[in-house]
């Protein structure tokens, strides 16, 4: 995944290098037992909710990191893994610039079954939580921004005002020529896609001629679905805004995957190593070496409401 270690890289030349390496060694050195130990023993994450919440009472600019996982809860399949296929291929062997090049037809109709699959899919309690808790915080004038990987839409279905999709979306797309990005919900995304897109391995690859793709209503330049594929980078402008949200946040959540897997590992580490509480909501047993502050293992949709609910303290709710 060449995009992660650009980013990687990016993030060695904005944050404190020193800081990064500390927290990667943290535990790994052949240092003394004693401070083996005590390194440990603070990298236990925690599932006392009652400490959770003392710190969010406290927050006032909270980042939520999300992945998979939340989309998944409310049945949105992601292509990878066991039984993730779309006739016979998986999300890492069309979601590429050199897919799209050679068949961008069987592209196109693998994004359009995926926008399709997205009216019968709903938010979950995750996503609602998360909605429900910026509006009320944002009114005590506190922040909650939500920075996901996921390309679905649900967050803002949910009613999420601050966004940061870093995968980009499923209902944008961007010019090939020209570079305009522009929203589209429109079902089908072109008459020649309609009915198109069925997901069986025996389903006909029809090659639909380039010319009757989505075209751009500028300059008529074919269209490709806004979202990052294997292989290329991140926006950097989304890039800078997440930056920005990192550097100034005093909570950070993680639910839906895991702070030591792609893309919460790029930036959860640098947020734990200024201080700031991290806390995971996700399915995964807690890692033995885990340096982040809380964990809640579970359905995020079962464990997140409760964490992010009005705490008594709150005096506008
Ligand atoms: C992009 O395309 C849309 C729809 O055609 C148009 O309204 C908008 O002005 C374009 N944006 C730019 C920056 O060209």
Redesign the pocket.
């Known amino acids: 995944m060449g995009y992660y270690h650009t980013v990687a890289l990016m993030l060695f030349l904005h944050f404190t290098t020193r800081r990064l390496v500390s927290q990667v060694y943290c535990g790994l050195k052949t240092a003394s037992a004693k401070k083996q130990r005590t390194c440990y023993e603070m990298a236990r994450p925690s599932s006392n909710m009652a400490e959770f919440r003392e710190i969010f009472a406290k927050a006032k600019h909270i980042t939520i990191i999300t992945g998979a996982g939340v989309s998944a809860e409310s049945g949105v399949p992601t292509f990878r893994g066991a039984g993730g296929y779309w006739r016979k291929w998986q999300a890492q062997d069309l979601a590429t610039p050199g897919a799209f090049a050679k068949n961008p037809s069987r592209v196109w109709e693998f994004y359009h079954y995926r926008r399709e699959l997205m009216m019968t899919k709903h938010p979950n309690p995750a996503h609602i939580a998360m909605a429900e808790c910026e509006a009320r915080l944002n009114r005590q004038g506190r922040s909650v921004v939500v920075i996901t990987q996921n390309i679905d839409e649900l967050h803002r279905k949910a009613g999420t005002k601050h966004l940061l999709e870093i995968h980009g979306s499923l209902f944008k797309t961007r010019c090939t020529s020209?570079g305009?990005v522009?929203a589209n919900y429109k079902s089908p995304i072109c008459p020649a896609l309609a009915g198109k897109g069925a997901p069986d391995p025996d389903a006909e690859d029809t090659r639909i001629p380039v010319e009757d793709l989505p075209r751009?209503?500028?300059c008529n330049g074919l269209l490709r679905p806004h979202v990052v594929w294997f292989g290329e980078t991140l926006d950097s402008d989304v890039f800078t805004e997440v930056e920005k949200e990192l550097e100034i946040c005093d909570l950070c959540l993680v639910v839906g995957t895991s702070s030591l897997v792609n893309p919460a590992a790029m930036f959860a580490p640098h947020v734990s190593a200024r201080g700031v509480p991290v806390a995971e909501f996700n399915m995964q047993s807690t890692p033995a070496t885990d340096k982040f502050r809380f964990h809640f293992q579970g359905p995020c949709g079962t464990t997140l409401p409760p964490a992010l609910a009005r705490h008594e303290t709150e005096l506008i709710s």
């Open positions: 020209c305009n522009t751009c209503d500028d």
